[in-house]
């Protein structure tokens, strides 16, 4: 979104960070998911969140997205208060959860259309601005087609397409590849890149797949055990690995065994994976 757009919706003209954590800690009873983590994410870059299985990722998503109230730290959108404006921050959100977000009993254009009312596009943009995220995304010949009989990559398309149709200025993907074969994962990539390109946009993504997060991502922040472990441009994490280090080398020094006992071949890792994808499927 441009200064001016943003200005006529009331919003800060100061240049602000696209997202800044101040000190965020977050618990589910007395876990802690999220523990001090403050971070700060630049207008227009790509940013990627890695970390094992239970990093508290989502967790720090969910927070910048006010679906989890904030308990204690301080989080800004585009210099928004996500504690006291949760409404002005979601307008400038565009998400992909890790879980399901479709409806299978819809179509393609049905489940798009109704986000576009749900974000406030107006009435007389949104059958445009529907048509638009599809044909970007790829789905124009199944638009008429029910959901419920997609493939996971095009479920993963048309998530996407959701999370686009109010052109948001922050792009939020949690695990958007995950299940996906190689191609499929790369359309989803090109499409965001595209985006990225034509919007200005910020895309805040996590991954467990290093050799994208690499290729993809501006910087990379690694969290283990809801704390921050390293944060810098995948050129400079791996640099300080040292000579010849891949990301995944870095990944696997700043996280330990627990690369091995969740997410290696064939454990609990996959196994999730694979149930959300048939979830997704289903
Ligand atoms: N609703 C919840 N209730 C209780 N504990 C939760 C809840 N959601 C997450 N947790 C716990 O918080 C921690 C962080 O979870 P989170 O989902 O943020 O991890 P993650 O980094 O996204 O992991 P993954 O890579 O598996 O998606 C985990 O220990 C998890 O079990
Ligand atoms: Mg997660």
Not at 219 to 235: D, I, K, S, Y
Request: net charge neutral; proline share 3%.
């Amino acid at each position: 979104m441009s200064r001016r757009e943003r200005a006529s919706r009331g919003l800060e003209t100061t240049v602000a960070e696209a997202i800044s954590l101040d000190h965020v800690t977050f618990r589910f009873g007395t876990h802690v998911a999220v523990d001090d983590l403050t971070l700060t994410v630049h207008p227009g870059e790509c940013f990627g969140l890695l970390g094992p299985n239970g990093a508290g990722k989502t967790t720090t998503i969910r927070i910048i997205n006010t679906l989890l109230n904030m308990q204690e730290g301080a989080v800004t959108v585009f210099g928004i208060d996500v504690r006291t404006r949760s409404m002005a921050v979601r307008r400038q959100l565009g998400y992909v959860p890790q879980q399901l977000s479709i409806e299978g009993a819809l179509t393609a254009r049905e489940n798009v259309s109704w986000f576009a009312r749900l974000y406030d596009v107006p009435r007389s943009e949104r059958r445009a601005r529907v048509d638009e995220v599809l044909e970007m995304v790829d789905l124009s010949d199944a638009a008429d087609r029910l959901a419920s009989g997609f493939s996971g990559g095009m479920v993963r398309r048309l998530e996407l397409a959701q999370a686009l149709v109010n052109r948001p200025a922050l792009l939020v993907l949690d695990e958007p590849t995950v299940g996906l074969d190689p191609v499929a994962r790369d359309s989803v990539w090109q499409r965001v890149a595209q985006m990225q390109a034509e919007y200005g946009m910020t895309v805040l993504l996590t991954t467990h797949y290093m050799e994208e997060a690499d290729e993809l991502c501006d910087r990379v922040a690694l969290m283990h055990n809801g704390r921050l472990a390293e944060v810098g441009t995948p050129a400079q994490l791996k640099a300080a690995q040292g000579e010849g280090a891949s990301l995944e080398d870095v990944f696997r020094a700043h996280t330990g065994a627990d690369l091995g006992a969740e997410s290696g071949k064939g454990g609990l890792r996959s196994v999730r994976t694979t149930r959300r994808t048939a979830r997704r499927m289903g």
